[in-house]
């Protein structure tokens, strides 16, 4: 399984380099398939009790089979990959559980986080190799289209990956004491960082600020909230500390109608089709994928997915959708809260910031279906429910006990420094 977790944003790898097995099927697909037989077998990995979310992924799961259904009877000719893109949607979610039911202790949570993070150097040398190639002093297109290791994805879906996962790290070099730790979690933070930056992705690095304010809140630092706040009024300032195309790329945001660039122009026409088309389906939606076909605009995607499961899967799958993301923000939070530990509480609030983030980044385009992008997202959610039943398992415990347990398995990262 960590092989699997370490594997999931490479894509250039296991599609790139690894033969395909046909029908729609690749080599994470087998190892999937594996660990969830893996899992199956042992019959002691049971759901833990306490879960809140199992639930509600489930009916979200439900309602993507139901959407491709209504897809198939709404369309005269399915698109290409069709049930292998749906396969792809789903895979994530079927992850969420393998990773829930596989880990057991602290030394299962703490291998698959540093699992997640081996991916990180290589991910930057192919992002940085790229970016050579079409950097310039000024803002170009070409800068957009840096995709690292998401072969069959683009810059604003490889910035999403970086906006949402990247305090994670930066919480763990915050959290963990031991210098032999924060060093390397050090140079991975700020890796990414330089990734995002360079992303040239508008939506990305609002979606990682939101998650800044909202963790400076969370933390108590408001004094530090307050500068922040001051500081992004000032925001021209700020900007002008960065590179010169990152100035031109931020300041485009800002930027009056006729002076807009076409991409920011596209998403409002798009968005437009795209509740008028709900319009004519409002209970069930229109079906997966059938949008992108009825669009009138270059037959895209509604370019938000809040409004992509509103016109395809109806309000149900908004809801289902919106409810996930909350119990995801309240079960990380609780984890932040009762945790003493340094990476049960880095945990809690970088999962927290992810969900923040991950918010934020949808409204600017689909960042949940694509399963190199959103893995980690639902790995790092099983990590945090797991953390959870265990922390409840051992307030239930004798204190005796319970000391006895965590002294047996836990590592020296984390004891409290």
């Not at 993507?64 to 009877?73: D, E, Q, T």
């Not at 604003?156 to 210098?179: D, G, H, Q, S």
């Not at 509604?302 to 799958?317: C, S």
């Amino acid at each position: 399984m960590l092989i699997l977790v370490a594997l999931i944003p490479l894509q250039n790898i296991y599609l790139g380099k690894i033969p395909a097995l046909g029908a729609g099927l690749n080599f994470v697909n087998l190892m999937v398939i594996a660990a969830f037989i893996l899992w199956k077998s042992n019959q002691e990995r049971s759901i833990p009790s306490s879960t809140t979310l199992h639930y509600p992924v489930y009916l979200f799961m439900g309602i993507y089979v139901v959407s491709a259904l209504n897809g198939i009877y709404s369309l005269e000719e399915l698109p290409k990959g069709y049930f292998s893109s749906l396969k792809d949607v789903l895979l994530p979610m079927l992850i969420f559980f393998i990773v829930l039911n596989s880990v057991r202790d602290r030394r299962g949570i703490v291998a698959v986080v540093i699992a997640t993070l081996l991916p990180l150097a290589y991910m930057f040398r192919v992002f940085y190799a790229q970016f050579s190639s079409v950097y310039s002093w000024h803002y170009s297109d070409n800068m957009r289209f840096v995709n690292g290791t998401f072969m069959r994805l683009g810059s604003n879906e490889l910035a999403a990956f970086y906006a949402a996962y990247t305090f994670l790290v930066i919480l763990l070099v915050l959290y963990i004491k031991p210098l032999r730790y924060r060093i390397p979690l050090g140079v991975l933070a700020l890796l990414n960082l330089y990734s995002l930056m360079y992303s040239q992705s508008r939506g990305a690095w609002l979606a990682f600020l939101a998650a800044v304010f909202v963790v400076l809140y969370k933390t108590g630092k408001f004094r530090v909230l307050l500068v922040a706040m001051i500081l992004s009024v000032s925001a021209p300032m700020i900007v002008s500390m960065f590179p010169v195309s990152v100035q031109e790329r931020f300041e485009s945001i800002f930027a009056e109608e006729e002076e807009r660039d076409s991409s920011a122009n596209s998403r409002f026409i798009i968005w437009e089709n795209a509740l008028e088309q709900y319009r004519h389906s409002p209970l069930l939606g229109v079906g997966y994928r059938v949008f992108s076909k009825l669009n009138q605009y270059q037959n895209k995607d509604a370019h938000n997915y809040y409004l992509k499961l509103l016109v395809e899967q109806g309000p149900a799958g908004l809801l289902l959708f919106i409810l996930i993301l909350w119990r995801s923000y309240k079960s990380s939070n609780e984890l932040w809260q009762k945790a003493t530990e340094p990476v049960f509480k880095a945990l809690g609030l970088g999962v927290l910031a992810t969900v923040v983030a991950l918010a934020v980044a949808n409204m600017f385009g689909d960042r949940f279906s694509h399963y190199p992008l959103i893995t980690y997202f639902w790995v790092y959610l099983a990590l945090v429910l797991r953390a959870l039943a265990i922390l409840e398992r051992e307030q239930q415990e004798t204190p005796a006990a319970s000391v006895q347990a965590r002294s047996q398995d836990v590592w020296r990262m984390f004891r409290p420094g």
